[in-house]
């Protein structure tokens, strides 16, 4: 009964190096979302997905890609890290979109020096 | 933006008393309140939620209120327990049914022996 799962659980990067995020769901959830968490800041919404091939921006999108082709998964690419990026990423998937239970990993600590 | 403001950011209280943790909020169309709990090194997961149809909701120690006229939320946790000390975050469906879950800024509780 695994969930939502992210890898990797912690990473360092150099500014202005690329990385990829992973999240994987087993429970045939259609609705995906990428949140970073900053102090005092709560969780903020930077990409979803309403099903695959389907994607659109958050709040705070800058600086990241998303793409969803498999139900499954839904990878998070930063494109060119910058220490501004530095947080903890989470992965959240649910049946259907804000009204319905949202299911979130266990979360990425990113520092970005 | 602003679109859920949660208070208070930090609550200290003394096992067996009373935490209350208040959220407001400005879209008309959100329908849908959830609360989250979050406990160190791990993801955000939901412990109660409420319908804009429902005034109140109860489950076992905890308990949601919503008053949709003046726009505002709370929960209630009674008999606290040290095992209830975590991050709490309101959130709710901004724009409606198939608006995105937004979150408040989080409390953090904690209680003392």
């Known amino acids: 009964n695994a969930g939502v799962t992210q890898t990797p659980k912690f990473q360092v990067l150099k500014t202005g190096q690329s990385m990829t995020l992973q999240c994987a769901q087993d429970m045939n959830h259609e609705y995906m979302s990428w949140y970073r968490q900053d102090p005092g800041m709560g969780l903020r919404l930077i990409h979803y997905?309403?099903?695959?091939?389907?994607?659109d921006q958050g709040e705070v999108p800058n600086g990241y890609n998303v793409s969803r082709s498999t139900t499954e998964d839904f990878p998070l690419r930063l494109l060119s890290a910058a220490p501004s990026q530095t947080s903890v990423y989470f992965c959240?998937?649910?049946?259907?979109?804000?009204?319905?239970?949202?299911?979130f990993g266990q979360g990425t600590r990113l520092t970005v020096v | 933006g602003e679109n859920v403001e949660q208070h208070p950011s930090t609550l200290s209280v003394q096992e067996g008393d009373s935490a209350v943790i208040k959220c407001t909020y400005s879209d008309s169309a959100s329908n849908y309140f959830p609360w989250y709990k979050q406990e160190l090194g791990k993801g955000p997961q939901l412990i109660i939620d409420?319908?804009?149809?429902?005034g109140e909701k109860k489950d076992q120690r905890i308990a949601v209120t919503l008053n949709k006229t003046a726009k505002h939320f709370s929960l209630h946790i009674t008999e606290t327990q040290p095992e209830d000390s975590a991050v709490y975050f309101c959130a709710l469906n901004y724009g409606g049914s198939q608006g995105n879950l937004i979150f408040g800024k989080g409390t953090k509780l904690s209680v003392k022996p």
């Open positions: 997905s309403v099903g695959a091939g389907i994607t």
């Open positions: 409420i319908r804009s149809n429902v």
């Open positions: 959240a998937s649910s049946l259907g979109a804000g009204d319905t239970e949202a299911f």
